[in-house]
């Protein structure tokens, strides 16, 4: 059987861009199963810190680990960007392309397409050029493709704004479902209501730093420091 890259372990780990620092230091570990969700306000550094775990950002200093080889956590998880990323190919060809760039058969990377066109509701337009597609069709294009690989974390930037009710409900219950099947689910919103839905945790980030960490319904009905506080009351957090 073959072991999870988890924990997941950042040591006083710091992002500095041009000069400033963005994140950090931030020491904490991911493991185990569930939806950990950041939360904070506007700045406070919810990307670049899922950047920093997934790969795509660099400490300064301190350290980002995982258990696993290079090659295991580069490949064994997923990351869906708060605008989704699509390639001028049809919605079948950008779902199919991460087997594809991991060495999978061409007619075996697009008979899971298919499979997973269908699981994510896009039954009707896996034939179209992903670019025509509606803002809540590309994210579950997104979501299709970050889980055809069957990773074992996945990443969420934002994943519904500026989508419709109805189109968050669906991209929220192909999350619960990812979750459901053993995914460890990171992700960042904006949204309360978002957060008691699909979270297990909350990590509220502040000034770049883990201010507040805890389950659901804990922090949002006895937090423990002012700054959390505020926040939830939506007063202004400076």
Request: hydrophobic fraction near 40%.
């Amino acid at each position: 059987m073959v072991s999870s890259i988890l924990p997941l372990t950042l040591k006083d780990a710091v992002v500095r861009k041009g000069g400033v620092q963005i994140v950090g230091p931030v020491e904490f570990a991911l493991e185990g199963g569930g939806c950990s969700v950041l939360i904070g306000p506007n700045g406070a550094g919810k990307t670049t810190l899922l950047r920093l775990m997934h790969g795509l950002e660099k400490a300064r200093s301190g350290s980002v680990s995982w258990n696993g080889t290079q090659k295991d956590v580069r490949l064994r998880q997923s990351f869906v960007f708060q605008t989704p990323v699509v390639m001028r190919r049809t919605v079948r060809e950008n779902i199919a392309y991460p087997l594809l760039v991991r060495g999978r058969h061409k007619k075996e990377a697009l008979v899971e397409a298919d499979r997973w066109i269908d699981e994510v509701g896009l039954s009707a337009s896996g034939h179209k050029e992903a670019h025509i597609l509606s803002g809540g069709e590309r994210q579950k294009l997104a979501l299709a493709r970050a889980m055809i690989t069957d990773p074992d974390v996945l990443f969420l930037d934002e994943p519904t704004t500026n989508l419709d009710g109805a189109s968050t409900q669906e991209i929220e219950a192909l999350i619960l479902r990812a979750k459901a099947d053993g995914v460890r689910i990171i992700m960042a919103t904006h949204d309360f209501g978002q957060s008691r839905r699909l979270g297990d945790e909350i990590l509220f980030l502040y000034r770049g730093q883990i201010h507040e960490r805890g389950q659901v319904e804990d922090f949002f009905d006895h937090p423990t420091t002012e700054e959390a506080r505020t926040f939830i009351d939506g007063d202004i957090l400076v």
